[in-house]
């Protein structure tokens, strides 16, 4: 059964955007090639060639990789060392990444060959692109790379697109060679340089941010729609998200939250000037805009890191084409990049303990006067009580994910390669996170909707926040009597999970 393609997406002067990855990745959009793009391939190809003919020295070109960057390479060997990079890089374990992952870095890779620095042959250029389009998904185990230049997954995506491994097809695991040739691609032919420029990116880790940032724009949409249905239900204080008092110490993101909180509420009786039934709430409730806003500064920086490697050249060595040089350097290094993301996994980590706390708040009728647990029927029914142990398991794990991986790994290489940025573990974890933390969000909308109805005040909620009510009880009905309610958190969870369609 063959997949369905979204429009396709043209590689040209313009990058591809996180977007644009996203697309390519979850739904199937097409990779079309511009003519200015194979200019700039055909153009950089001409200078490995003409070093290759000199036989001038370039790491991974006319020498060996990693600590044998010592060694010359004879003549008669740079073709079959190329086939030997991605052979011998092949060392992942694990269980095999998702599609979308394989997917998403494949798009990564060749969005980076597109940016002209790779050298790569524009024939094995385009026949990574026809393995994308043609829905060739190598079969890639998840663990083994330390984030400089995700090396292994880059080999076992390569050696599937030689012949060798596997590659699932439209949803059979076939050997590669079966698989390619069932879709009418041949089997990539390598040149000097092309199997190095194949493998030596962060392209797992950038498809893997890009996959990541579409899931938390719209988890964090959805977590904003959760704390206005729980201010309405709470009857919470709304002087905290006054301009006039954020702008007195505008920190990073919470104006724009604060407005767009008011914005869920508008036209709601919380907005009254006596609705709230406190002077002052628990912080949970009153530290949103700064909270959530460090959460949204978080999305931004990580963003912001993530495009700068998504349109750049990191290979090592790279092509200065107009220039007609060929340099080593250290650009694969994903320090900075990785350092955004653990300040936004440690961001959610924060949202994550707020939304658990209000959870709670709503629940507990010293703290919001509502009947304890939020059941209707008195306390020879259990409401909400368990559904503590889930959000206090979800939060601990959240927290626990958010510590940092990124810290070096020790040295490999013979002590050549001493500093590394564990780039793919980090994004892991964030993935992680956001699954729990949709839970959460999910289990926070559906508590609070109950809340509402509890306190009767379904009919006078805000514009936004009434249509995130309705969404919960057009998929989720009340809680009367006692019922099993993990599968209503898991049905609100995978629909706040959905990206576009």
């Excluded at 919470?254 to 919380?270: D, I, K, P, T, Y």
């Amino acid at each position: 059964m063959s997949a369905t393609h979204s429009p396709s997406i043209t590689f040209s002067a313009s990058p591809p955007t996180i977007e644009d990855i996203a697309a390519i990745a979850r739904r199937h959009a097409r990779i079309e090639i511009s003519a200015e793009v194979e200019a700039r391939i055909t153009a950089a190809r001409a200078v490995v060639d003409r070093y290759t003919e000199k036989e001038l020295p370039v790491y991974g070109l006319t020498t060996g990789l990693g600590a044998g960057v010592d060694t010359r390479l004879a003549t008669e060997d740079l073709v079959a060392f190329q086939m030997r990079v991605p052979q011998a890089r092949a060392v992942g374990v694990g269980k095999p990444l998702a599609q979308e992952s394989v997917r998403a870095m494949m798009a990564v890779r060749a969005a980076g060959m597109a940016a002209g620095g790779s050298g790569i042959s524009l024939n094995v250029f385009r026949g990574l692109i026809a393995a994308i389009n043609a829905d060739i998904h190598p079969v890639v185990p998840s663990l083994g790379s330390i984030g400089a230049a995700d090396l292994a997954p880059l080999a076992h995506m390569s050696r599937a697109l030689l012949g060798f491994g596997e590659i699932e097809l439209g949803g059979e695991v076939l050997p590669a060679a079966i698989a390619l040739e069932r879709a009418g691609l041949k089997q990539l032919e390598l040149a000097p340089k092309d199997g190095h420029a194949l493998v030596v990116a962060n392209s797992l880790s950038i498809g893997l941010a890009c996959l990541a940032l579409e899931d938390i724009e719209r988890l964090f949409d959805w977590s904003l729609k959760a704390i206005a249905v729980n201010f309405e239900a709470f009857r919470a204080n709304v002087s905290v998200f006054d301009d006039r008092a954020l702008a007195a110490r505008p920190a990073f993101g919470q104006r724009r939250v604060a407005a767009q909180l008011m914005e869920l509420l508008s036209g709601s009786s919380l907005l009254a000037a006596d609705a709230a039934r406190r002077l002052q709430d628990p912080l949970s409730y009153r530290c949103t805009p700064q909270v959530w806003g460090a959460m949204r500064h978080a999305i931004d920086e990580a963003r912001q890191a993530t495009e700068i490697d998504l349109v750049s050249s990191s290979d090592n060595p790279v092509v200065i084409a107009s220039e007609g040089v060929i340099l080593a350097h250290g650009n694969f290094d994903m320090t900075a990049f990785v350092l955004a993301w653990e300040r936004l996994g440690q961001a959610m980590a924060h949202c994550a303990a707020g939304t658990a706390y209000r959870i709670m708040k709503i629940m507990s009728p010293g703290m919001s006067d509502l009947p304890r647990f939020l059941t209707p029927m008195g306390q020879s029914r259990t409401g909400f009580a368990t559904v503590q142990k889930t959000v206090s398991a979800m939060e601990a794990e959240i927290r626990h994910l958010a510590m940092p991986v990124s810290l070096s790994p020790f040295p490999v290489a013979d002590g050549v390669e001493d500093q590394a940025s564990m780039a793919p573990s980090v994004l892991a974890k964030t993935q992680a996170i956001v699954e729990r933390l949709r839970y959460l969000v999910a289990i926070e909308l559906i508590a609070s909707a109950q809340a509402v109805e509890l306190r009767g005040v379904s009919g006078e909620l805000g514009k936004g926040s009434a249509e995130a009510y309705a969404f919960v009880r057009n998929h989720v009905p009340a809680l009367d009597e006692d019922r099993a309610q993990g599968p209503d958190f898991a049905t609100i969870a995978a629909l706040i999970g959905l990206g576009p369609q």
